[in-house]
């Protein structure tokens, strides 16, 4: 049966604050702040527990391998793995940070996902994003890459490379769709960003029209979107700072799009299903949204037909943001319900709830099921954590080769509970 699963990141061993995101205020806010990996992924799979607990089906995507000391075997640092991590720390320690970094956490920039309804060859197509803006997110997509043809080596999808770095693609961070269900055609949105701000526009427009073309898109049914210079300068890095759709609903603040009344239009003549649910500046403004992530939150559509905002407990603890959304859910419109989880680790860094999944609309009978999570499953991770994560990392702790010595076996401790 198609239906929507979320595909979390399992946070990394290595998870630190080196602020390596230049745009992303949360990341910078927080650098040399003393990290806690084990709470992270803990907090990342409890996430994952309560959307199942809504009835919503659950993957996960496995950390990547940090240090990556083949990217800087490309550098020339040289020797074992030990001696290139000791090299390249003592010769540029931002340099090795980068190598170090566990922002694969955020699954939602791993790539962008076209339902089959949408595609001419009717498949799935999965395009891994190059994320080249950013060094240190750059290095991954090799990688996702390689996992996303694993756990998605069905025939009914189609995996592809990452279009070239010339042209920044952030994944689904970027990318919305709507629909009356889950599994019906819909329209796709691509989002895309305007050089020349405060903050560099991560998204190219030209990566989006390749990837439209890639999954054999219904040019009439597929729109390229404008985000909004003051939403990026205000920090906004990626469009689901600022809105997030669910099938016929588009949720989303005021200052999100540069022209969101041509937005309206087309959503308008192409789905006259769609409701949009526009937050005023006046009863949010851009600096709360962001703060809180109030729109960094997971839209989801539960039993019933109703839907459901999984949200941050920022979004929780920000007075106009609680007052909003205690307005929104005592109307009469779609979204019924609120739910307020804690993520703070991966917050911290600059990712709420929609940063750490990846939406794929599909079978679970055509996923690999090792990437597939259930309670037991969730039991033995949590145990697996709890025994391999470290519990914290601090700016210094870089550079010890005993924190890489315990990232390197938490991951293959991982990979060996998993089968994988």
Request: hydrophobic letters at 45%; glycine letters at 8%; aromatic letters at 6%.
């Amino acid at each position: 049966m198609i239906r929507e699963i979320n595909f979390d990141g399992l946070i990394g061993p290595t998870h630190n604050y080196a602020a390596l995101s230049f745009g992303n205020l949360a990341s910078a806010s927080n650098a040399g702040a003393i990290s806690r990996p084990r709470d992270a992924a803990l907090q990342g799979l409890a996430k994952m527990r309560f959307a199942m607990g809504l009835g919503l089906t659950q993957g996960f995507l496995l950390p990547l391998e940090r240090p990556n000391s083949a990217w800087l075997r490309q550098l020339g640092f040289a020797g074992t793995d030990a001696q290139v991590c000791a090299a390249a720390h003592g010769a540029d320690p931002r340099l090795f940070a980068q190598a170090c970094s566990a922002s694969s956490m955020w699954t939602a920039n791993a790539g962008t996902v076209s339902p089959a309804a949408d595609c001419t060859d009717g498949r799935t197509h999965i395009s891994t994003a190059n994320l080249s803006r950013m060094t240190h997110r750059s290095i991954e997509h090799p990688e996702t890459e390689a996992q996303l043809r694993l756990a998605f080596a069905h025939p009914a999808f189609a995996v592809h490379a990452a279009v070239p770095a010339t042209f920044g693609d952030e994944g689904a961070a970027n990318h919305m769709r709507l629909t009356t269900h889950h599994g019906e055609p819909g329209v796709e949105v691509f989002v895309y960003g305007e050089e020349g701000g405060k903050f560099p526009a991560r998204q190219n427009c030209r990566a989006s029209e390749a990837v439209a073309r890639r999954h054999g898109l219904d040019p009439a049914r597929t729109l390229f979107v404008a985000q909004s210079p003051a939403a990026i300068d205000a920090g906004a890095f990626h469009n689901d700072v600022v809105a997030v759709a669910n099938e016929r609903v588009l949720f989303a603040h005021e200052h999100a799009f540069a022209d969101p009344a041509a937005l309206k239009a087309d959503l308008a003549r192409l789905l006259p299903e769609a409701i949009i649910i526009e937050v005023p500046a006046s009863a949010v403004s851009l600096a709360d949204a962001i703060r809180s992530y109030l729109f960094n939150s997971q839209l989801v559509t539960v039993a019933g037909g109703s839907m459901a905002l999984i949200l941050p407990q920022e979004a929780h603890d920000c007075a106009p943001v609680k007052a909003y959304l205690d307005t929104l859910v005592a109307g009469n419109g779609p979204i019924r319900a609120v739910h307020y989880v804690q993520v703070r680790e991966s917050m911290r860094n600059g990712g709420g709830p929609a940063c750490l999944r990846l939406r794929v609309v599909a079978d679970p009978a055509t996923v690999d099921p090792r990437f597939l999570l259930d309670a037991a499953k969730a039991d033995r991770l949590e145990a697996l954590i709890a025994a391999h994560w470290p519990e914290s990392i601090g700016p210094a702790d870089l550079g010890n080769p005993a924190l890489w010595d315990q990232a390197c076996a938490a991951r293959r401790a991982l990979l060996a509970a998993l089968e994988i």
